[in-house]
């Protein structure tokens, strides 16, 4: 079975500040790689699919990159509304969902 | 406006059932694959559940193979969980989730959740 591995599992930083969070697959599961942001009592909102492509309407300080292994998702400039959590989620066989990611202000 | 609603959940004992409906609007649902997710309380997501547009392949997590039976009515654009023997480690929100069709297969649109605890 296929293993994600999503880390920092939390961050504090400063609005404006880029933010970097890193998905580790433990077999090579090319771009199949989506990126969620989840905010406390609501549904997961999809941001990034297939690894680099940013859904409609999503700002575009949210990006990703990345294909075999090792995929990245970047916050250009950390803004108050961006505090959630955030999960990557893999889908070469079954889909799966890395441990998340806890964004909060410095 | 493109939207699912999941109804359904509550408290149920433990070894008890359950069965989650989720109701699709603003788009055509018979063309789209469809998905469970659950999330335990403070934890993170678990996928659940996958059902194909026929309804005709479906797969499961190991953590509900055999108890929980995914199934669809195209004619209402609906989706259900069937849940049997329910264990506490059930206890979580709900989510029924779309299958973009991307080829990485990201769930684009969710509903707002429904609530089971299980519980004596």
């Known amino acids: 079975d296929i293993q994600m591995t999503q880390s920092p599992s939390s961050l504090s930083a400063s609005t404006g500040d880029r933010v970097t969070i890193t998905c580790q697959a433990s077999?090579?599961?090319?771009?199949?790689l989506n990126w969620y942001q989840q905010k406390p009592g609501k549904a997961p909102k999809l941001l990034i699919y297939d690894a680099s492509n940013l859904e409609t309407g999503v700002p575009s300080r949210f990006s990703g990159s990345g294909s075999g292994t090792d995929f990245t998702f970047t916050i250009s400039s950390l803004q108050p509304e961006d505090i959630a959590t955030y999960y990557c989620?893999?889908?070469?066989?079954?889909?799966?969902f890395g441990g998340g990611t806890k964004v909060e202000i410095k | 406006e493109v939207q699912l609603v999941e109804s359904g959940g509550g408290l149920v004992q433990p070894g008890g059932s359950l069965r989650l409906s989720c109701v699709a609007s603003?788009?055509?649902?018979?063309?789209?694959?469809m998905n469970w997710v659950r999330q335990a309380p403070g934890k993170g997501l678990e996928w659940v559940s996958y059902i194909s547009s026929s309804g005709n392949t479906k797969y499961y997590a190991n953590s509900v193979k055999g108890r929980f039976t995914s199934s669809r009515d195209n004619a209402k654009n609906s989706l259900y969980l069937q849940m049997n023997s329910l264990r506490v480690e059930d206890t979580a929100v709900y989510y029924c989730?779309?299958?973009?069709?991307?080829?990485?297969?990201?769930?684009?649109?969710w509903g707002q959740g429904t609530r089971v605890t299980v519980s004596s």
């Open positions: 077999q090579d599961i090319t771009n199949y």
């Open positions: 989730a779309r299958d973009s069709g991307y080829d990485g297969d990201a769930f684009d649109i």
């Open positions: 989620q893999q889908y070469d066989t079954l889909p799966l």
């Open positions: 603003g788009f055509t649902f018979s063309s789209y694959e």
